[in-house]
C-alpha cells in the first residue's frame, strides 16, 4: 500500500515561485514513477510533470521552462519548483503514482495565483 501526501501550496502573485512536495509512505518496495497533475475550478484534471524513480523527466507544454520536478529516494519526497507564475496555474495540485494495480492520488494541495 501507498498513501501519497502533498504539502506546499499557498497564495502568490503572478511571477513568484512556490514548491510543492509530496511524500510518499509505502510499507515494501519503493515506488517508481510519481507525477504531478492539476486541477482547476470547472476543468478536467490535467498531467503537469512526471519523475521516474531513475530521475527521468516529462513536462506538459504549459509549464516546460517554469516547473521543475525532482525527488529524494532516499527521502521519499517528490518536489515540485514553479516559477513565474501565472494565473492560470491557479489550480489544486495533486501527486499521483501507480503501486501495482492501484492508482493512488494525494488528497491535493491549493494553489492560487493573484494577478
Known amino acids: 500500500q501507498v498513501q501519497l501526501v502533498e504539502s506546499g501550496g499557498g497564495l502568490v502573485q503572478a511571477g513568484g515561485s512556490l514548491r510543492l512536495s509530496c511524500t510518499y509512505f509505502v510499507k515494501m518496495f519503493g515506488i517508481n514513477t510519481v507525477s504531478w497533475y492539476r486541477q482547476a475550478p470547472a476543468k478536467e484534471r490535467e498531467f503537469v510533470a512526471s519523475?521516474?524513480?531513475?530521475?527521468?523527466?516529462k513536462y506538459a507544454d504549459s509549464v516546460k521552462g517554469r516547473f521543475t520536478v525532482s525527488r529524494d529516494n532516499a527521502k521519499n519526497m517528490v518536489y515540485l519548483q514553479m516559477s513565474t507564475l501565472k494565473p492560470d496555474d491557479t489550480a489544486d495540485y495533486y501527486c499521483n503514482t501507480v503501486y501495482g494495480l492501484d492508482n493512488v492520488w494525494g488528497q491535493g494541495t491549493q494553489v492560487t495565483v493573484s494577478s
Open positions: 519523475i521516474s524513480r531513475g530521475g527521468i523527466t
